[in-house]
Each structure stands twice: as C-alpha cells, then as structure tokens.
C-alpha cells in the first residue's frame, strides 16, 4: 500500500502544478486548469467591448477572494462591471 500512496502523492503534485488556486472569503480555494487564465482574460475584455457574455467561473471566484492580487487583477470579473463600455462612434 506505501507505494500506492507514494505514487497517488506524486500524481497530485504534479496536477497542482497545472492548476491555478484562487483563495475564498470562507478559507477554501478554488481550483482551475492554467487555460481558465486566458478564458477569463477574454471573457472580460469581450464585456468592455459590450458584448453579452456571462462572466468566467474563474472571473467569479477572483472577485470574491479576500486576496486583492486576485480580486483587483484583470482575470476578476468585478472591474469589467465598473467600467461603461466605450460607446461605438464609427457611424
């Protein structure tokens, strides 16, 4: 059995490595894989252009962490809500 959970341990560290773990106000995480980073990006810089797309999970859990380099960074969906989307002068 010792080296069941030897190799079980390996195998977790090696996937924490490509996750990405976003602390919450209740003392959990939440964990993502390293591609939810550039969905999140994207999803965010599709709203300031004003298109209706839901925000990213990963988006949600930035904003609500107590940790401000989560929260205030451009993955968090909460600062796409506070700035208006620029309004379209091509016409």
């Not at 980073?37 to 839901?54: C, H, I, T």
């Not at 988006?59 to 962490?65: F, K, L, T, W």
């Not at 205030?72 to 208006?84: E, G, K, Q, V």
Request: proline residues 8%; charged residues 30%.
């Amino acid at each position: 059995m010792g080296g069941f959970r030897g190799r079980l341990g390996r195998l977790e560290r090696e996937a924490e490595k490509e996750t990405v773990f976003v602390p919450q106000k209740d003392g959990t995480g939440k964990r993502f894989p390293q591609s939810a980073l550039q969905e999140s990006f994207m999803a965010n810089m599709k709203r300031l252009r004003g298109e209706d797309v839901p925000h990213h999970p990963l988006g949600v859990a930035a904003a609500e962490s107590p940790d401000p380099e989560w929260s205030r960074c451009l993955y968090s969906a909460a600062w796409t809500d506070i700035i208006a989307p620029v309004e379209d002068l091509s016409e």
